[in-house]
């Protein structure tokens, strides 16, 4: 049963393309898609034991703004409506704030690959929200820290991107 309003998240550290066969999966599950950016600002980017790097200043290069612009370029390019998105700040450091910033009457579109996932899954159901694993890998084919070394060692990232996200990552001056 598709979800009238669905929520997914992410760093998007940048918005590469095993994000988006994730975006996309959340997208075909509901009406309305509530897209979550995590780390927005780093006074709200918390220390998280399952996933240390994830806070560091060199693994969140790009502002709020231009993960916004990497996410809406991302979907509109694969063909979702822009009238079915909406954008947000999701300072999933701070669980007890997301109910600021996204439904929480929405289905919560998650995928776990580590344990991570698990805790993000946890903390979703803690806070009482419904939430939808839809799956669980162990194999991440492209991670935004692949991506990241890539761009500073000259090699091949573009590939690892949606082609209107590497648009986006040149037009911010992040390609070199």
């Known amino acids: 049963m598709r979800a009238d309003v669905g929520v997914i998240h992410g760093r998007f550290q940048p918005l590469h393309n095993g994000h988006l ?14 897209v979550g950016i995590t780390n927005p600002d780093p006074a709200l ?3 998280e034991e399952t996933d240390p ?9 790009w502002t709020y703004y231009e993960r916004y612009l990497m ?27 997301l109910r600021y910033y996204a439904p929480a009457d929405a289905t919560y579109f998650l995928t776990v690959y580590d344990a991570w ?42 590939s690892l991107v949606p082609a209107p996200v590497a648009e986006v990552i040149k037009a911010c001056g992040h390609d070199r």
């Open 21 to 34: 066969e994730y975006l996309l999966a959340g997208a075909n599950r509901c009406e309305r898609l509530v």
């Open 45 to 47: 980017t918390a220390y």
């Open 53 to 61: 790097a994830r806070g560091l200043p060199d693994a969140n290069p």
């Open 71 to 97: 996410v809406e370029a991302a979907l509109t390019g694969a063909g979702v409506p822009y009238e079915r998105l909406a954008i947000v700040p999701f300072p999933h450091g701070h669980p007890d704030r």
């Open 117 to 158: 996932g698990e805790e993000k899954v946890r903390r979703f159901t803690e806070l009482g929200l419904r939430t939808e694993v839809m799956w669980r890998r162990t194999d991440k084919p492209v991670s935004g820290t692949r991506v990241r070394e890539a761009i500073r060692s000259g090699g091949d990232w573009a």
